[in-house]
């Protein structure tokens, strides 16, 4: 039965006869033929077949194109298109291809189916000037070998990576010896490094090629074809990013290649001379005492694109800062380049620019080496800091002369000590006085540079007279009150040895004496540690000097028959003595800290105050709190009003015989008869 129904159904179904042509029959089913498999050799020996479904076609192999007659015959480049080598190239046709070949002075980099170019190897050659760096004359020497090879098919020569490897060692030793410092070496440095990358780019095989050495980091894209090529292209460094588009970089002709390159150099510095040439164009920023630095690493960017004078669309460059600062009055930043032809950096071409705390984006309409300048506008003095400096240093100089008046007449505390605060009074009577009177004398540099020098005089002068006092004291507690310092020793340490480090600092360097901003030390060459250095010396030296003299009071107080009036005596003199030192020297360790990036306003107003109300403090410790002055302020007043009877101001027995005793005609004094 099954059998009967088997037969009767294939009578109705349909049977194959035969495939369509390209298909062949496989399980009773017509599947493509795979043409290119089955006859490998259908489109002969300079074509590819390709399978389709049904059928399939013969593509030619670069330099052959499809003949009516037959297989892929050769294509004669030479002859459709005439200008393949340049109009400064002869061409000749090949099986597969063809060649050109350039006429002397110009080359295609070793690509010998790209269009011949103008070398002018001349640019490497020696320049007029003898005083180039010995390095940079073996650069130059070498570049200009390699240029010259490319027009000998049959020398030898560099290969592309070979030659950018020697002109970066070459470049790291440069930049190691710290040769270019002058604009004229600098612009020489810079036009061998670009027309290098001119030379050694084209050369290069890989599409992107990265290089890093000790001083130097660069990255190079290469792109080669029939049709320029198009989109964006984005090359990046350890310190900048490069973005373009293709079209710019190829410009108006394409010889068969394009490439882009960026040099980024890590220790390349102007110096300070090369920046403040940027005052040509800012005469105001001059006049308004504003400093440059260079916040970036310097980098240097090329494309094969000779006309990049005005570009058509701006390039962007993405600069990370070396100093990581907020943009704000005190600081701004700009987008430079090195202006070769003025030996300057110049900000003119710059399209467009942003900055925050540790990038600056710039946009250019020309290439060139490029920077970002950061510009550091000195900090105006608000009318609160003014007014705080001006009537502090009037209370201080008031105080002050009381202070002479008080240590010079005052017959009850004459002794060395009162001698040694007598001459602090006036180091510091006098520096304060030409602080108020001179310090913004900056329109004149030589007054300005004598006020600096009479500052610094007479503040290091504060503090020899200040380590005088410690030594006296120490030498109390030592000798129990016997004990004096003769004139003469006093007057070499208080106002020879600062004399010594004036003359000798002043000779050094002169120019220290004065800024833009005030009549004060230099920072320029670390000059302000003239000042600070001595100063440091000075407040260690009393720490230890006080220290020594604590413990010996200690055991002189612990001893089995203690003297305690003198040594309560002692004891309290010391403690003024500490605390001056505190006033004096913790002044000058925040102004010392004025100077460091953070907390720069805090530590000017903190400076400001102290440094204006030493006097006041001074007198408040030497005249107001010791008895024995106190007493004769009592009697001077009473003696200022005749119509009233005079009151006595009593006096301990004790403070009679000691504290109002006159000098000893042996020279020494109160202290000595406590």
């Known amino acids: 039965m099954e059998l009967k129904w088997a037969l009767l159904l294939g009578l109705f179904l349909p049977s194959c006869s035969g495939c369509h042509t390209g298909y062949t029959s496989y399980e009773q089913k017509c599947v493509d033929e795979d043409e290119c498999a089955v006859f490998p050799v259908v489109c002969g020996d300079h074509a590819q077949c390709v399978n389709t479904e049904g059928s399939y076609y013969c593509r030619c192999h670069e330099g052959f194109e499809m003949s009516l007659t037959g297989p892929c015959k050769d294509m004669d480049e030479c002859k459709d298109a005439p200008d393949v080598c340049g109009t400064d190239g002869s061409c000749y046709n090949h099986q597969g291809g063809y060649s050109c070949k350039c006429d002397q002075g110009y080359s295609n980099y070793g690509h010998n189916q790209s269009k011949c170019i103008e070398m002018d190897c001349n640019q490497f050659g020696p320049l007029s000037v003898d005083h180039r760096p010995k390095k940079l004359k073996q650069l130059m020497s070498l570049l200009k070998k390699s240029c010259e090879s490319l027009n000998d098919p049959h020398g030898e020569h560099l290969t592309g990576e070979e030659l950018l490897q020697n002109v970066f060692s070459s470049s790291d030793e440069l930049l190691s010896e710290g040769t270019i410092a002058d604009g004229e070496t600098l612009n020489q440095f810079l036009d061998a490094v670009e027309n290098s990358m001119r030379l050694i780019g084209p050369q290069l095989k890989e599409p992107v090629t990265r290089m890093e050495t000790h001083n130097t980091f660069a990255e190079v894209a290469v792109m080669r074809g029939q049709t320029p090529p198009s989109g964006r292209i984005t090359l990046s460094t350890d ?78 460059l993405v600069f990370t800062h070396e100093e990581e600062r907020e943009e704000s009055e005190g600081v701004t930043y700009s987008c430079v380049y090195w202006d070769d032809a003025e030996g300057v950096w110049s900000g003119r071409g710059c399209e467009g620019a942003w900055s925050n705390s540790t990038h600056t984006v710039c946009y250019w309409s020309h290439f060139s080496t490029f920077a970002v300048l950061m510009a550091l506008y000195p900090v105006q003095d608000t009318f609160e800091l003014v007014m705080i400096t001006r009537v502090g240093l009037a209370l201080s100089l008031v105080c002050l002369f009381l202070c002479i008046l008080t240590f010079k007449f005052c017959r009850s505390i004459q002794g060395t000590r009162t001698s040694i605060h007598l001459h602090l009074s006036i180091s510091l009577f006098i520096a304060d006085l030409v602080f108020l009177c001179g310090i913004s004398s900056t329109h004149n540099q030589v007054a300005c540079g004598i006020v600096a020098g009479l500052l610094h005089f007479f503040f290091l002068s504060a503090f020899c007279w200040m380590l005088l006092e410690g030594v006296q004291i120490y030498r109390m507690v030592v000798m129990v009150f016997h004990t004096t310092l003769k004139h003469l020793y006093m007057y070499l340490v208080g106002y020879g040895a600062p004399l010594v480090i004036v003359i000798i600092s002043a000779i050094t360097f002169p120019a220290g004496y004065g800024t833009k901003r005030h009549c004060w030390l230099s920072l320029d060459r670390y000059f302000i540690l003239s000042f600070f250095a001595p100063v440091c010396i000075i407040v260690i030296l009393n720490g230890f000097v006080f220290i020594i003299t604590i413990w010996k009071l200690a055991k002189n107080f612990s001893s089995l028959n203690p003297d305690l009036s003198s040594l309560k005596q002692i004891r309290s003199f010391t403690v003024a003595a500490v605390a001056q030192l505190c006033i004096l020297g913790g002044t000058w360790i925040f102004g010392f800290f004025l100077f460091q990036e953070k907390g720069t306003e805090v530590m000017l ?12 403090l001074i007198f408040i410790m030497h005249c107001l709190l010791p008895k024995p002055v106190r007493t004769e302020y009592y009697n001077l007043f009473g003696r200022m009003r005749p119509h009233k009877k005079k009151a006595k101001y009593r006096t301990s027995p004790s403070q009679t015989s000691s504290s109002q005793k006159p000098l000893r005609s042996d020279g020494s004094t109160a202290e000595t008869h406590i």
């Open 239 to 316: 310190s900048a990013l490069f973005s373009a588009s293709w079209e710019t970089v190829v410009g108006e002709s394409y010889p068969g290649f394009a490439f882009a390159a960026l040099v980024s150099y890590k220790d390349l510095n102007s110096s300070s001379d090369l920046l403040y040439k940027i005052s040509r164009e800012r005469p105001d920023d001059e006049e308004r005492g504003v400093s440059y630095q260079l916040n970036s690493k310097v980098v240097t960017a090329v494309i094969s694109n000779a006309e990049t004078k005005q570009l058509s669309e701006p390039v962007m």
């Open 605 to 616: 107003y903190l400076f400001t105050i102290l440094n204006s109300l030493q006097g006041a």
